[in-house]
């Protein structure tokens, strides 16, 4: 059995973080078997070189490896790719095709990006899997193939498993042996030598003196996050090869090509709340709908103070609804609560009025209320139910976040919903 180092060197590999030593000792440990491996990690970290080291160290190694990249077949076609077809199964199909579970008998798939594969395709390759048998496209003969089979994925697979978008029976199957690669920003010891290795490789290429880091470029290279992981670090130091007179390069140069490298602290990014209404009918019913809840709030008011006749005490009682109706937004704002009730033309109750005679028939002074709420049409109630309904329905269920939107108290959009029975 070969070593990790020794490994490293015959495959290209460089650095010495303890979790890519552990992926490769992993590599080494399981190539001798037949056991399926799902190599993950986020794109770009190299998990490419996995499959390839397998390979090379299993009893299989002088038959074929064929990598598929899953993600770059057309769905239409991949059963097609994977498995091979019949003449005439389908458009286009002029003659009997060998699929590359046929081409690779006795040796070894590399199915890349395999989070990416169709439900149907799944099945076929869990069977595969299983029992090693499959059928071509438009065939009724069952096929049977040896092949290992490495996989790998940049997908969160639970999380697809959750989403009925991978079958977890044949994640299960392929993940027999897990081996995760660490994303490059886990192994900043290795950032620089990576680098240099790729400026050592370009300049050999393009036949033009290697590129030397400054401290502060070396310091920086390190402290970046690299999404992109290794990838990304080598299109950056082909970048810089190419592009660079000054063989000698620091961290300002460096920076121009590393994008936001800027402040390093979290942005604070305001969220804008979309309106969703897709017709100028809805904005409309929207408006009316604010104008209702004004009104309601002037009614309110209205017979507070008709009620009470102490403005001091409906001032201290009402103030935040003062406020809303006449100084939210106004030019023509009162500043107190005499105005406007010399705008409602309310008159204030005089400590000194006279009691009215008892014979008088006592008038109720609040029938009008009931008249008006009979005046509102039904078409607009209709409308207020749907705007409730479609605001909870955004915002599932949340009143507090639906109330803001219809421009209402959570206390009154609670009543409204008690209302409406909804």
């Not at 992926?23 to 037949?34: F, M, R, Y």
């Not at 105005?339 to 014979?359: G, H, R, W």
């Amino acid at each position: 059995m070969e070593g990790i180092q020794t490994t490293k060197q015959r495959f290209g590999i460089i650095g010495d973080n303890p979790g890519l030593n552990r992926a490769i000792e992993k590599a080494i440990q399981v190539a001798p078997t037949d056991i399926s491996v799902l190599v993950t990690g986020e794109s770009g970290v190299g998990k490419e070189s996995i499959p390839r080291i397998i390979h090379s160290l299993s009893h299989r190694k002088h038959n074929k490896y064929i990598a598929v990249n899953c993600g770059a077949i057309p769905e239409g076609t991949i059963d097609s790719e994977l498995f091979g077809h019949e003449k005439g199964a389908f458009t286009g199909a002029t003659s009997t095709r060998s699929g590359y579970f046929e081409e690779a008998d006795g040796g070894t798939i590399f199915l890349d990006e395999v989070g990416e594969l169709p439900l149907p395709t799944q099945v076929r390759l869990l069977r595969v899997l299983e029992n090693g048998e499959f059928l071509k496209v438009g065939s009724s003969k069952t096929q049977k193939t040896d092949v290992r089979i490495v996989a790998a994925t940049n997908v969160a697979m639970f999380d697809a498993i959750e989403e009925g978008k991978f079958r977890e029976d044949l994640y299960y199957r392929l993940s027999t042996v897990d081996i995760a690669l660490p994303p490059l920003r886990e192994r900043k010891g290795d950032i620089h030598l990576l680098f240099r290795k790729f400026a050592s490789d370009f300049a050999m290429k393009y036949k033009m003196p290697t590129i030397r880091l400054s401290d502060e470029a070396i310091q920086l290279l390190v402290q970046y996050r690299w999404s992109g992981n290794i990838r990304q670090l080598r299109n950056v130091a082909e970048q810089i090869s190419v592009l660079e007179t000054n063989r000698e390069v620091d961290a300002t140069t460096i920076r121009n090509y590393l994008p936001d490298t800027g402040s390093r602290l979290p942005a604070v990014i305001k969220s804008q709340e979309k309106s969703d209404f897709s017709n100028e009918r809805e904005i409309l019913y929207k408006v009316l709908f604010d104008m209702k809840a004004d009104l309601n709030d002037l009614k309110k008011l209205t017979l507070e103070l008709m009620k009470n006749g102490n403005t001091q005490d409906v001032r201290q009682e009402n103030e935040s609804l003062i406020n809303k109706i006449y100084n939210d937004d106004q030019d023509d704002s009162y500043e107190t609560v005499e105005e406007v009730m010399d705008v409602l033309q309310i008159p204030q109750k005089s400590q000194q009025a006279p009691t009215p005679p008892p014979t008088e028939p006592v008038i109720d002074p609040y029938h009008f209320a009931e008249e008006i709420e009979e005046e509102e049409t039904l078409s607009l109630h209709d409308k207020e139910l749907e705007l409730i309904k479609k605001s909870l329905e955004r915002h599932k269920g949340k009143r507090k976040a639906a109330a803001q939107e219809l421009g209402i108290s959570e206390r009154t959009l609670y009543r409204k919903i008690k209302q409406f029975d909804l």
